[in-house]
């Protein structure tokens, strides 16, 4: 009995032994495959974090660029001018239409002058009559003053003839006046161009009767104009007079036209912020017009060594501007300061060198030090 049970209790202890060796087997292979399964995750996202971000690339290049302000703005004649008339009467002839050139003081419309003329000769006949009235007065004078020496007319009766002659003398100025001003009238009737230009508009017509004021026709100047814009205020403290300007028009592609700055206005427009620049433009051939809409660059200084980038290099991140620049196989976040546009490029005032490579595809993508595959 002893010896069966003996023999029971030694063959379970080596089953449990054996239950006990296997399930230290499974424990450390459980752990090892956990182990496994761990360094293959570190491996995978190492990995992950040294995939390349595939970019484009630019050199940033050193220029000699001269700094200058875009705008865009309005041709204008140089000068316009209203021509009116002085006198009532009826348009006799008028002969220019619109758009004709004029020349300054050629004869552009003439007012029927018969009632002048006579009026001329009313004044004319009058001045005669008041001529001979002063002649008589002054041989009156003369009797009168030799028979007063020797008192053989009185103090009163000299006076009088004093102030008769007087008067006479005034009637003779006023003659001469009105004689002056009929004939100043009756050139009147004949109008002439003040300036050199071309008609923009025409109001009369021959038999018209037209008054003292009546519009007739408008003359603009056209060999010189004047180009109006407006520049914004962040830039009007770099404009002067005399600086460069070019500029394009919409009817005549690819030419270029120049002019100066020769009015800055005193006061900015309250709405837009801006001021009020007029150019002189010489206008050679009279091919621009008045009324055209130009494309302006104004110059504001001399030529300047200066750092560009494309503009699509650039990040914005609220007040700061920032780029990558690419350093080896790994991108580099550089804070900049940028100047002024340069059509499609950016001058580089601050943190950036001529020759040092930015990313100007693909940097939405790119954190400090990631790895970078240059696309070719």
């Known amino acids: ?10 063959g379970n202890r080596s089953a449990q032994c054996r239950v006990r060796a296997g399930a230290v087997i499974m424990a450390v292979l459980l752990c090892a495959a956990v182990s496994a399964n761990v360094g293959c995750k570190k491996q995978e996202q190492k990995a992950a974090k040294e995939r390349a971000v595939n970019v484009r690339v ?35 002839t008028i002969y220019v239409d619109e758009g004709s050139p004029v020349t300054r003081s050629q004869l552009i419309a003439e007012i029927k002058e018969t009632d002048y003329r006579l009026a001329v000769e009313q004044a004319a006949a009058a001045l005669k009559q008041t001529e001979a009235a002063l002649a008589n007065a002054k041989l009156e004078h003369q009797r009168k003053e030799a ?4 008192e053989l007319v ?13 008067l006479t003398q005034g009637d003779v100025e006023r003659a001469k006046a009105g004689l002056d001003l009929a004939k100043e009238r009756l050139t009147k009737t004949k109008i002439f161009a003040p300036m050199a230009g071309s008609v923009k508009e025409k109001k009369v017509t021959p038999g018209d009767y037209i008054r003292n004021g009546t519009f007739l026709v408008s003359i603009i100047r056209t ?77 504001t200084g001399p030529a300047k060594d200066t750092v560009i980038v494309p503009i699509t290099a650039l990040l914005y991140d609220n007040s700061t501007t920032k780029l990558f620049a690419v350093e080896g196989d790994r ?8 100047g002024r546009k340069y059509g499609e490029f950016m001058e580089i005032a601050e943190g950036l060198k001529a020759k040092e490579t930015v990313v100007t595809v693909g940097q939405s993508n790119l954190m400090e030090g990631v790895l970078v595959n240059v696309a070719r």
């Open 331 to 338: 991108a580099k976040e550089r804070a900049v300061k940028i």
């Open 223 to 299: 060999d010189l104009l004047k180009l109006a814009f407006s520049v914004p205020e962040k830039d009007v403290g770099s404009l002067r007079e005399g600086q460069d300007i070019l500029f394009t028009v919409d009817s005549f592609p690819g030419r270029e036209f120049r002019g100066k700055v020769k009015t800055l206005y005193p006061n900015l427009e309250e709405k837009t912020r801006s001021l009020l620049v007029e150019a002189q433009v010489v206008n050679h051939g009279g091919s621009l017009k008045p009324g055209f809409f130009a494309r302006v660059t104004l110059y």
């Open 147 to 150: 028979l007063y020496r020797e």
């Open 58 to 92: 630019w050199t940033a290049e050193s220029r000699s660029l001269r700094p200058f302000v875009e705008s865009v703005g309005t041709l204008k004649p140089y000068d316009e001018v209203v021509v009116s008339s002085e006198l009532d009467g009826i348009l006799k």
């Open 154 to 166: 009185t103090k009163q009766q000299f006076d009088d003839i004093v102030a008769r002659l007087a």
């Open 1 to 10: 009995m002893f010896g069966r049970t003996s023999s029971l209790t030694g």
